[in-house]
């Protein structure tokens, strides 16, 4: 049986990443410090993972939990460019110095690979569309420099020390699980958790900005395939994950109003500080290299959500 570690476990994307590889019939044993993270995403897998409770700044834990672990997949991390303007020291030291620490624990425990959940904000408001890898990166937020800072470093790893490693950069994530009440989560969340009791949802500046949103199983698949794409194809490099697609704010409140039967307006707020205008991946190197294609569309994976989240709210009622 192999054993993946994943850190960051009890969040959005680790606790989707859990159920995957213990789906597939492997061990998963899980690191986070609860910090955005919550129990209740893993409480129905709970007596199926070893979880532990650990700090990636403690490094003496990192090296226990890495021992006799096949891959990591590295999705731990303040996840938040508003947070990381306010608290760049902070953003530095769970999203940098976590991240070596990480790598150092995987390096002295031969683990095989390791993933990264990096993203698509290091390519800033670079105005060339689709983004794609070979593009000279330009981090505009404390958040995205220590994204890019930690696929240096996965790099670096590999070219050091032989540990192999997968920078994933991601692109919009959004489905199940997803925090809706935290003021820095993605915008889907907030919307149909609105949208679905009735109140007016808010976009910040005028809805013309475009996101490629991506289903979280799609980012679930690139990891799983990060992991065991051929070394001399991926080891060290940078991939998109996402769908290869974009839409404007404003057309995805219409899509929403379809599928959550919502008849209310919206609100205008101002522009967020440091998001970026437009976001689409060119997808030809992570097909060509790493074998991922996005196996659920944008809109599939929006009704998939919406029916999760409408659940939730029937089970809280009950
Ligand atoms: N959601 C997206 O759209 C998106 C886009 C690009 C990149 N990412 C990256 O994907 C990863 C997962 O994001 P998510 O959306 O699931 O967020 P999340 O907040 O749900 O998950 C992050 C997890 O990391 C844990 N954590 C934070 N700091 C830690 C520390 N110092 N030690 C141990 N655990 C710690 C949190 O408690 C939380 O469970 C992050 O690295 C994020 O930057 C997410």
Redesign the pocket.
């Known amino acids: 049986m192999t054993t993946y570690l994943i850190?960051?476990?009890?969040?959005?994307?680790?606790s989707s990443l859990a159920r995957a590889v213990l789906a597939q019939g492997d061990r998963v044993r899980g690191?986070?410090?609860?910090?955005?993270?919550?129990r209740e995403?893993i409480a129905e897998i709970a007596h199926q993972i070893d979880f532990r409770e650990?700090?990636?700044?403690d490094l003496e834990k990192l090296q226990e939990a890495c021992q006799g672990v096949d891959y990591v997949m590295?999705?731990?991390?303040?996840?938040s460019v508003p947070k990381s303007i306010m608290d760049p020291g902070g953003n530095n030291?769970?999203?940098v110095d976590?991240t070596v620490n990480l790598l150092i624990a995987a390096r002295d425990a031969k683990v095989k690979r390791v993933t990264f959940?990096?993203?698509?904000?290091v390519y800033g408001n670079t105005p060339t569309l689709p983004k794609h890898e070979e593009m000279t990166p330009d981090p505009i937020s404390p958040?995205a420099v220590a994204?890019l800072a930690g696929e240096y470093y996965m790099n670096s790893f590999y070219r050091c020390y032989g540990l192999e490693t997968v920078a994933l950069?991601?692109?919009?994530?959004?489905g199940p699980r997803?925090?809706p009440s935290?003021p820095y989560t993605?915008v889907l969340a907030k919307f149909i958790t609105q949208m679905l009791v009735g109140e007016e949802p808010t976009i910040f500046g005028d809805g013309q900005q475009s996101r490629d949103f991506?289903f979280v199983e799609n980012v679930v698949q690139a990891n799983l395939l990060g992991c065991h794409a051929p070394a001399e194809k991926v080891a060290g490099r940078a991939f998109n994950v996402a769908t290869g697609q974009r839409i404007t704010l404003t057309d995805t409140f219409e899509v929403l109003k379809k599928i959550t039967g919502y008849t209310g307006g919206i609100k205008h707020g101002p522009d967020r500080r440091g998001d970026v205008r437009h976001s689409l991946a060119e997808l030809s190197r992570s097909e060509r290299d790493l074998g991922y294609t996005p196996r659920v569309d944008f809109e599939t994976g929006l009704r998939r959500t919406v029916e999760w989240y409408e659940s939730e709210m029937a089970a809280a009622k009950a």
Do not use: C
């Open positions: 850190t960051g476990v009890a969040g959005f994307i680790g690191v986070d410090n609860l910090s955005t993270g919550r995403n650990i700090d990636l700044l590295h999705q731990a991390a303040i996840p030291r769970a999203n976590g959940a990096s993203s698509s904000s958040y994204k950069r991601y692109f919009n994530i959004f997803q925090d935290s993605g991506t």
